[in-house]
C-alpha cells in the first residue's frame, strides 16, 4: 500500500537554527498538508498546499515558516529561525484530489523535533 | 470556530472488553467526521468516517456514529484486543480541505 514517508523521524537543533523537514507524498497526490502536535496538546494545522502554492496556512504558520515542493517528489516545510516554543512533532499529509472533505488524507510517521 | 472534544485518557482496559471513546464537536454547516488511529511508532491512519448524519462508519470492528442531534461521533469496539492498543484521535472537517484534530486518546488493551 503506498504510504508517505517522513525524514528525519527525529531532529535536534539548537534555538535560532534553521531546520528543514522532509515529506515524500503518495505519489498521485496534489494536495499536500503540514500539521504538528506539540506535547500533550491536539494536532494543529499549519498549511495546505496545491499546484506549487500554499491553498490556505493558519495563524501558526507565519513568516518563519515556508513550505516547497523542489521536485516532483518531495515537500519540505522549513522553520527559518527555530524557537523553543517549535519543539513538536510535525506530520505531513496528502490526498488525491482534495476537491472534498470526504478525500481521505494520508499521514506520514511524523518528525520530532527537538529545540534547545 | 470548529473543535472538537474527546475523552481525556489514559484508558486501560483488559482483552475482549468493551470500548467507547467518546467525541463531541462544534462546527459550522455539517462537517465530515473522521477517527485517526496512531499505532506506536507510526504515523496517523484512517480508521473511520461518516460524512452525513446518521451516517455510520465501521472498520476493524470499530463503529462510529453521526449524530447531528447530539453534535458526537462515539468510538465503539465490542472486544478489544492487543493489537487495539493505540493513540485514538476523533477530527472534522467542514469541507475546506483541513482536519480538526481532538486532543487523542491513548488506549492500552492488557492481555
Known amino acids: 500500500e503506498p504510504e508517505v514517508t517522513q525524514t528525519p523521524s527525529h531532529q535536534v537543533t539548537q534555538m535560532g537554527q534553521e531546520v528543514i523537514l522532509r515529506c515524500v507524498p503518495i505519489?498521485?497526490?496534489?494536495?499536500f498538508y503540514w500539521y504538528r502536535q506539540i506535547l500533550g496538546q491536539k494536532v494543529e494545522f499549519l498549511v495546505s498546499f496545491y499546484n506549487n502554492e500554499i491553498s490556505e496556512k493558519s495563524e501558526i504558520f507565519d513568516d518563519q515558516f515556508s513550505v516547497e515542493r523542489p521536485d516532483g517528489s518531495n515537500f519540505t516545510l522549513k522553520i527559518r529561525s527555530t524557537k523553543l516554543e517549535d519543539s513538536a512533532m510535525y506530520f505531513c499529509a496528502s490526498t488525491q484530489t482534495g476537491l472534498s472533505s470526504t478525500d481521505t488524507q494520508y499521514f506520514g510517521p511524523g518528525t520530532r523535533l527537538t529545540v534547545l | 470556530g470548529n473543535s472538537v472534544t474527546q475523552m481525556e485518557g489514559p484508558v486501560t482496559l483488559s482483552e475482549e472488553a468493551f470500548l467507547t471513546i467518546n467525541c463531541t464537536y462544534t462546527a459550522t454547516g455539517y462537517p465530515s467526521l473522521f477517527w485517526y488511529v496512531q499505532y506506536p511508532g507510526e504515523g496517523l491512519q484512517l480508521l473511520l468516517k461518516?460524512?452525513?448524519?446518521?451516517d455510520k462508519g465501521s472498520n476493524k470492528g470499530f463503529e462510529a456514529t453521526y449524530r447531528k442531534e447530539t453534535t458526537s461521533f462515539h468510538l465503539e469496539k465490542g472486544s478489544v484486543q492487543v493489537s487495539d492498543s493505540a493513540v485514538y484521535f476523533c477530527?472534522?472537517?467542514?469541507?475546506?480541505?483541513?482536519?480538526?484534530f481532538g486532543a487523542g486518546t491513548t488506549v492500552t488493551v492488557r492481555a
Open positions: 505519489s498521485n497526490h496534489l494536495y
Open positions: 461518516a460524512t452525513k448524519a446518521d
Open positions: 477530527a472534522l472537517s467542514p469541507n475546506d480541505y483541513k482536519l480538526s
